[in-house]
């Protein structure tokens, strides 16, 4: 079965995109990935045990993320958790999705949508 | 004491928690139930150490969202799949089973024609075929992976398309007398049903890398029409409209063969017919298929369905 293409992954949902955001720099186990999200959202976006694992899911499933078998360490390390790494292909799609995004942004820039920025 | 209060919510919290995943579908609860209480007990730690007991109390609502739009989502997606993996199997093997049956029934209701030379290998042949078919349409994974996207969506669809024009033609052709439009009727048929296997190769191989899928979509698109043009066609031709007996001994086939018995012989050319599309069918279409696959050229496709399943406007599709 081949992995699907970043293409076919857009447009990732708000939920996934900061799941994978939230992975890009290091694993996470479930809760710290619910956490990452809502300070990297300030907390517009606070993910529910349900959302986060159904997504977490599906995201297995696409080969977005995938679960890792290194333990970081062991003395802040919980042995119950599961942790979640970011795939190479997570990283084509949430990259495919920054380059959509920001060129949404920037037609919505061109139209004096958004606030001009300060100097 | 309120430390007290607060562990005895918390522990009660958890063990409401606990009773409410029993909502999600086994296998979603098999793979994350403890996942999912050491998540909801680190963030209703976390909440309280915060923001006290109110802070709490927003937690519960929010999971209590939460919980209904994903345990609706995780059913939702369960009920859909097994609905498509039934109605999928459903469908084959129906037309499987019902073809095998009329080829039992039409030679047990006729014991003459076991007597005929070569009668039997004429028998065993489709049912041979139509076993294979049965055993594939068993063994297709229907684990919502991308082997079920590809069978389920454009070549299933198209297949059923094809099957419904086939069997139409076979009815025309039977009950209608089109005189020497008869050949161009046929051929033009054929020519919609392989250009409609090469779309169901062309749109599933759309967006993949993996070239071999336009092949199995065509194929599979082949199998579903010439399931519905076999059994519909057994049906009509070995009971409800067989061909009359003096139009048979006209036949160059029948002069041919050097069977006696016309009726016999009209079985055997009914199961040879059949036999025929069986084979045939899935071979022609992984050819269109896997031809029509190769035009794609890697272009992605309108994934219309995202990762939360939900339904989605694809901007970039458009």
Known sequence: ?119 | MRGHIVKCLLSSMTAVYRVMLLAYPSEFRRRFYNDMIQVFIDDARETTDARGLRGLLGMTVRVGIDFIASTMRERIAVMKRATQQSMVKWLMLSGVLVSCGMIFASIALYRPYLAMDQSMVQAIEPVAVLVLYGIIATWIPMDGGRWQRTLLSAPLNLGIVTGMLGMAHIFSGNFVDFGRWNGTMTLSVMAISFMLWGVAGYSSARGQSFPITGVIAGAWSGMVCSVIVVTSGLALELFIHPPAENYVVTWAEFKRSGWSDVHAFRIANTLESGFEQLFLSPIIGAVFGGVAGLFTRQRPYDQSTNLEGRRVANPSSR
């Open chain 1, 1 to 119: 079965m081949t992995k699907p293409s970043p293409q076919e992954m857009q447009p990732l949902t708000p939920a996934v995109f900061y799941i994978l955001l939230a992975l890009v720099d290091k694993e996470r186990h479930g809760y710290g990935i619910m956490r990452e999200v809502s300070l990297e959202t300030a907390g517009q976006l606070k993910l529910g045990p349900g959302t986060l694992y159904g997504c977490l899911n599906r995201m297995l499933t696409a080969g977005l993320v995938e679960e890792s078998g290194e333990r970081p360490d062991p003395i802040i390390d919980d042995q119950r958790r599961r942790y979640y790494r970011i795939t190479r292909s997570g990283r084509r799609a949430i990259r495919a999705e920054a380059v959509r995004l920001s060129s949404a942004a920037a037609a919505a820039q061109r139209k004096r949508l958004l606030p001009e920025a300060r100097a």
